[in-house]
């Protein structure tokens, strides 16, 4: 999820849902786009209203046959 628009390239403006914080505060998804960095580019990449971090969810990552890892 992403609080900058300006780093999506090919946003699709679209109301996809809600989502809830753990401070019960929801905040509406307003479409998607991709999110590239260097030669990454994560697909399907939420653009939240509101939202005070870009957030990333593991998952996603390694659904782009991507490596993690923590420290």
Known sequence: MMRNLKLLINFVEQFLGTVKFGNDQIAPILGYGDLVQGAIT??????????????????????????????
Do not use: M, P, S, T
Request: hydrophobic share 45%.
């Open 42 to 71: 994560i697909k399907r990449v939420y653009y939240v209203e509101g939202l005070n971090h870009n957030l990333f969810f593991v998952g996603q990552f390694c659904d782009a046959d991507l490596e993690v890892a923590f420290r």
